[in-house]
């Protein structure tokens, strides 16, 4: 359990019995507004997506109806969402959006509204790709080296890399002794794809050598590819790292120099673009999701983990520095700049809790107030002072039992008793076989006089 918790600063609920994943929220200026505020895209498996601008009116306000610029239904169950210059002919962005059988190339704009509900959000279909196979996931990037604009690489169920020139599709290639899908990221510096195969290994193989590879098309090899038609595919270079990874991720410092970082089911690595590593780390708790980014101290990087216990790490190389709790396991978690407030952590988990926080504290925003000051005045206090001690011997006097040898004259008490002792003793408790103890009845209550000089007040 953490001492601190990630600052609320927004969040919502999406939909009803809604399921999401890892692929199913990205942050971009998706609209290319060029205000250089990021917009939240979530698709989900029910197949609606939704684009959220966050303007909360003060810290922890939930989503108001104008945060929601834009919610479609799809139909078909998204996989995963990504913004990038898809199209050609423009390097302005474009949302990607996967599907299980199909990939979708939106253009979103938004025109400015007349009336108080604000502006109107659109999306339109500039292209799409019907998959001949079942798709995993993506990848995007300048593939060969290209200039403004991206590719698209999709990570078939059975193996198969399909790679997509915008509008065109490119070629496909099957990785080698592929039984199961693994995470897949794109190294621009390497020009080249890396992945986890099911025997537990990051492969990295050259966009080149699966450009000029054997086409994928068919699995077997016809007579005339054996005879040398076409390259066998080769990879680059692996590591074995003992477990299954959830993730994948790939961070470029400079021109000379990127890393690949690897969230694996219990460890955290840190590779070098040649598959050397750099460093690992053994987690205490299973991992949810990740996000490494560039730290501020150089040759340093930052990297946000989630793991299952609803927590939030952060780390700076191998060396905890943040724990946070959070309201909920995240499967997704990205930073952006939103409402002119950078940094800004956003979290997705399984059942859509999406939530804008921030690490720290809240600022304690109390000042005492100012203690109006003026001249004393001595003999003003002395006279207040004597009333209040006068004050405090009056109450003392009316409280408590009052005590008889105060003052001799308060109280006087005159009895008047007869003479004449009794025929018969009245004396009480007298044992057996003693001699009688003489009494005398006091008989009338005028024969005791009582004169008082003050209040007496009768204590119970």
Request: proline share 3%; net charge negative.
């Amino acid at each position: 359990m953490s001492l601190f918790k990630a600052r609320d600063w927004w969040s919502t609920v999406l939909g009803e019995k809604e399921e999401f994943d890892q692929g199913c929220l990205c942050l971009a200026d998706v609209d290319n507004t060029g205000n250089g505020e990021d917009k939240i895209i979530v698709g989900s498996f029910m197949g609606y997506l939704r684009i959220f601008s966050p303007h909360p009116v003060k810290t922890g306000d939930g989503a108001q109806a104008e945060d929601l610029l834009l919610e479609v239904h799809l139909r078909d169950p998204i996989l995963q969402v990504e913004v990038g210059k898809f199209v050609s002919g423009t390097e302005t962005l474009h949302l990607a959006v996967l599907h299980s059988r199909k990939l979708c190339v939106y253009s979103v704009s938004g025109t400015l509204g007349n009336v108080e509900h604000g502006n109107q959000y659109q999306i339109k279909l500039m292209y799409e790709h019907n998959l001949q196979r079942t798709a995993c996931n993506m990848t995007y990037g300048s593939f060969g080296g290209v200039k403004g604009r991206d590719l698209i690489c999709i990570q078939s169920m059975d193996g198969m890399l399909m790679v997509f020139e915008q509008e065109s599709y490119a070629f496909g290639r099957f990785l080698p002794g592929s039984l199961l899908p693994g995470p897949l990221a794109y190294s621009a510096r390497t020009d080249s794809f890396i992945t986890v195969s099911s025997c537990r290994q990051v492969e990295s193989y050259k966009y080149q050598v699966l450009a000029f590879a054997t086409d994928a098309d068919k699995r077997q090899e016809s007579e005339q590819q054996k005879l040398g038609s076409g390259k066998r595919l080769v990879v680059d270079w692996t590591l074995n790292i003992g477990e299954q990874a959830l993730d994948i991720c790939i961070i470029s410092f400079n021109q000379s120099a990127s890393s690949v970082f690897v969230l694996g089911e219990r460890n955290f690595f840190c590779l070098k673009d040649n598959g050397q590593i750099q460093f690992m780390k053994k987690l205490d708790c299973s991992p949810s999701c990740f996000l490494p980014y560039c730290s501020v101290s150089e040759g340093t990087v930052n990297t946000l983990i989630g793991n299952h216990n609803s927590m939030l790490h952060i780390y700076q190389d191998v060396t905890l520095k943040w724990a946070s709790q959070l309201p909920c396991v995240p499967v997704a978690v990205r930073v952006g700049s939103l409402h002119d407030l950078k940094g800004v952590i956003v979290t997705l988990s399984d059942d859509g809790h999406l939530q804008c926080s921030y690490l720290g504290t809240d600022p304690s925003l109390f000042q005492a107030p100012k203690v109006e000051s003026r001249e004393l005045n001595y003999d003003a206090l002395d006279t207040e002072l004597k009333e209040l001690q006068k004050i405090i011997k009056d109450v003392n006097k009316s409280q408590g039992v009052w005590s008889l040898t105060e003052r001799e004259d308060d109280l006087k008490i005159s009895v008047v008793v007869s003479l004449n002792l009794d025929s018969v003793s009245q004396a009480p408790d007298v044992a057996a076989g003693t001699d009688l103890v003489p009494s005398a009845t006091v008989k009338q209550p005028r024969y005791i006089t009582m004169q008082v000089s003050i209040i007496i007040n009768p204590v119970n």
